[in-house]
T-cell receptor, first 112, second 113 residues
Framework: DAGVIQSPRHEVTEMGQEVTLRCKPISGHDYLFWYRQTMMRGLELLIYFNNNVPIDDSGMPEDRFSAKMPNASFSTLKIQPSEPRDSAVYFC??????????FGPGTRLTVL | GQQLNQSPQSMFIQEGEDVSMNCTSSSIFNTWLWYKQDPGEGPVLLIALYKAGELTSNGRLTAQFGITRKDSFLNISASIPSDVGIYFCAGQYYGGSQGNLIFGKGTKLSVKP
């Protein structure tokens, strides 16, 4: 079975550019989560969806961040405009109801 | 809000040694999870604990859900080089936003052959 798929694996961009991260959850999972990992703050939950509907976006840092889930097999996290402090590893995870979360391999974002 | 204190932050051990790490909180959790993250990868679930007092093993790994529901530990016996990585505890509770999961800051394990 394919796990959670994320693309790209690495992204280097310049400050001010738009960045779009993509995620394909495990088929059949009804929860999708976006996390950000940094040395300073560890793993932070940004937003999560249940059945494609955003449930809690209180972790989204600011209006520059937005996330969508147009269907059960695809989600995007967009940063516009990007800033150097957005540099981090972004993980997508999915789960079935109350079960534990399966993480993707992450996207390492570097904003110059 | 809920917070987890995970210790130690890092460990440097010799191959063959046993390892112990733990997580504590001032809050009660319904589920404790232990994940391992290899360099350049996402966290992978090692063990899930659902009941206070529960002791669960997965090969050389053993984890326990504390009786008070506020702590958990993970032991690794006879460490090997592939145990290297960052180990995260995570506590899950069901209040407010459903299925909220709080992660510890991680324990970075280095194993010297």
């Amino acid at each position: 079975d394919a796990g959670v798929i994320q693309s790209p694996r690495h992204e280097v961009t310049e400050m001010g550019q738009e960045v779009t991260l993509r995620c394909k959850p495990i088929s059949g999972h009804d929860y999708l989560f976006w996390y950000r990992q940094t040395m300073m703050r560890g793993l932070e939950l940004l937003i999560y969806f249940n059945n494609n509907v955003p449930i809690d976006d209180s972790g989204m840092p600011e209006d520059r961040f937005s996330a969508k889930m147009p269907n059960a097999s695809f989600s995007t996290l967009k940063i516009q405009p990007s800033e150097p402090r957005d540099s981090a590893v972004y993980f997508c995870a999915s789960s079935l109801a109350r079960d534990y979360r399966f993480f993707g391999p992450g996207t390492r974002l570097t904003v110059l | 809000g809920q917070q987890l204190n995970q210790s130690p932050q890092s460990m440097f051990i010799q191959e063959g040694e046993d390892v112990s790490m733990n997580c504590t909180s001032s809050s009660i959790f319904n589920t404790w999870l232990w994940y391992k993250q290899d360099p350049g990868e996402g966290p992978v679930l090692l063990i899930a604990l659902y009941k206070a007092g529960e002791l669960t093993s997965n090969g050389r790994l053993t984890a326990q859900f504390g009786i008070t529901r506020k702590d958990s530990f993970l032991n690794i016996s006879a460490s090997i080089p592939s145990d290297v990585g960052i180990y995260f505890c995570a506590g899950q509770y069901y209040g407010g936003s459903q299925g909220n999961l709080i992660f510890g800051k991680g324990t970075k394990l280095s194993v010297k052959p």
